[in-house]
């Protein structure tokens, strides 16, 4: 049928034929299914507590990953697994040994955030058999915690870990194969379209299909993870109509590694792409690993955080800085552009009618040095009010023979700072280098003053990241690490 969105709720098969475009997963769970356990705090992806799993099959396997549903559409569902908090029990009504070891670890006060934990914690029992301490808090990052710290949770993560039973209890390690057949059985044989008055929903059935409808509708909203269009829509109210939704795509989800560098699909979500390229480009595997919780990352895609233009994007000045080509296209064909050229101006990018974004390449640094730094008010899952990119190449006589310099949070677009580059170039790699080119950075940027940052900050702040980096390259210990870095 491709009038309608299949999908499995906990056991149950799903038929929707009137769903909205902007529909979230959270509403429908609470107000038409009446599945309470998942609680709606920021409706913004912040807190976690609506996380709940997603279930795909992915090159023949079924994975699992938590999400947020408050921004998680309704439409990108189709031929998924959603599990929530309420389907975790045992037949008999014992709990699930992540949820008994909340109870033994008093991981859990007024309770509001715990359902979201819990969801949080599955997820990692089902991927991890025996995770670090280091991943544990990675896959808590997007789950706040109002009243009983975090202590007690991460104990009970170790606890559940180490106190491991047969998966044959668990509900989807017992069924996992009637799942998989299942999913596979409510696969799309072609374009789903839902038209409910004056809203509409498309989901592509091929990247051919979806350049074939953005050529008739070249003013749909494109929707991959919706880490930023669900905010337009919870906290902006806007109405979105037609909404293409596209995060099933496997075309535009490939990763291919070669020689000079890493091909990522537009589809590729934040946590797939630091599986790819953080062991060849370790700074931008730290740097995503701040962008938002594990909930946003494994539905955030880095097609979608360059397509989206944002000033603030953070994975656009690392891959200009590295020298990324972006791969546009359309039903005429492929077109290709540095990265850099893409952004024209606050708004506004270098994308024509019925274009998307299909691919970026990102060049390794080989020799060069390379680092990327974020700047937040909180560590981790914040948005960035400065973002610097650095790559630098030095001649054995440690001459300045090339350096790419890009910054987000410093102007109306992902921009490079040609000035304090052209500054550098050809000149030694010194301290006294470094304080003669700062003042160049008054000439590239004119920064903003907002919430986040005043405009003084940032500008000092850029000057400052260059001196960073020009210590780091010589040894100096200018970067904080956190304590298990550091161990």
């Known amino acids: ?24 997963l959270l509403d429908f769970l609470r107000l038409k299914r009446r599945l309470t356990g998942t609680k709606e705090g920021c409706a913004e992806g912040d807190c976690g507590a609506c996380t709940v799993l997603v279930g795909r099959l992915a090159d023949g396997k079924l994975t699992y990953e938590s999400v947020n549903a408050c921004i998680r559409f309704i439409g990108s569902l189709h031929a998924t697994h959603v599990v929530t908090v309420e389907h975790l029990a045992g037949r008999d009504g014992a709990l699930h040994p992540v949820q008994q070891a909340l109870v033994d670890c008093h991981g859990s006060q007024c309770g509001f955030c715990t359902p979201g934990f819990v969801m949080s914690l599955y997820g990692l029992w089902l991927a991890k058999e025996k995770p670090s301490r280091q991943e544990i808090e990675k ?10 710290g975090y202590e007690p949770i991460v104990k ?21 194969s009637e799942i998989v057949a299942r999913l596979w059985a409510m696969q799309a044989s072609g374009t789903i379209r839902i038209t409910n008055g004056e809203d509409r929903l498309i989901v592509p059935a091929s990247v051919q299909a979806l350049a074939e409808v953005l050529s008739q509708e070249p003013d749909a909203i494109i929707v991959a993870g919706a880490t930023d269009v669900g905010l337009w829509v919870t906290k902006q109210m806007r109405r979105l109509s037609p ?30 792409a630091f599986e790819a390229i953080s062991t060849k480009i ?5 740097l995503i690993d701040r962008i938002g919780g594990a909930q946003v990352r494994n539905m955030g895609t880095i097609g979608g955080n360059i397509a989206n233009g944002s000033p603030i994007g953070d994975s656009p000045p690392p891959l200009i800085a590295l020298g990324a080509t972006l791969t546009l296209r359309s039903l005429e064909g492929q077109r290709r552009m540095p990265l850099e050229d893409f952004f024209i101006a606050y708004g506004k990018q270098d994308r024509k009618p019925g274009e998307f974004v299909e691919s970026v390449f990102v060049p390794y640094p080989a020799d060069s040095r390379f680092a990327a730094y974020k700047i937040t008010k909180r560590r981790d899952e914040d948005i960035t009010a400065v973002l610097g990119a ?5 001649d054995e006589a440690e001459m300045i023979t090339d350096i790419r310099i890009a910054f987000g949070g410093m102007a109306a677009t992902p921009k490079r700072a040609r000035t304090v580059e052209a500054e550098l170039i050809g000149k030694p790699w010194t301290e006294v280098t470094i304080e003669a080119a700062r003042p160049a950075f008054d000439a590239d940027y004119q920064p903003l003053t907002d919430w986040r940052a005043t405009a003084e900050y940032r500008q000092l702040t850029a000057k400052n990241l260059l001196t960073r980096f020009y210590l780091e390259t010589v040894g100096a210990p200018a970067e904080l690490k956190r304590f298990e870095e550091v161990a």
Do not use: W
């Open 1 to 24: 049928m491709n009038d309608s969105i299949r999908f499995i709720l906990n056991g149950e098969d799903i038929t929707l034929t009137d769903v909205g475009p902007t529909e979230t």
């Open 139 to 148: 896959a808590l990052q997007g789950n706040l915690c109002r009243c009983t």
């Open 156 to 176: 009970a993560a170790e606890q559940v870990s180490l106190m491991r039973p047969s998966t044959l209890f668990d509900p989807l390690e017992r069924r996992r």
């Open 243 to 272: 909404v293409v939704f596209i995060s099933h795509l496997s075309e535009l989800q490939s990763v291919t590694e070669g020689e000079d560098g890493v091909t990522i699909g537009a589809g590729v979500s934040y946590t797939k």
């Open 282 to 286: 370790p700074a931008i595997g730290r």
């Open 390 to 394: 650095f790559l630098l190449t030095l």
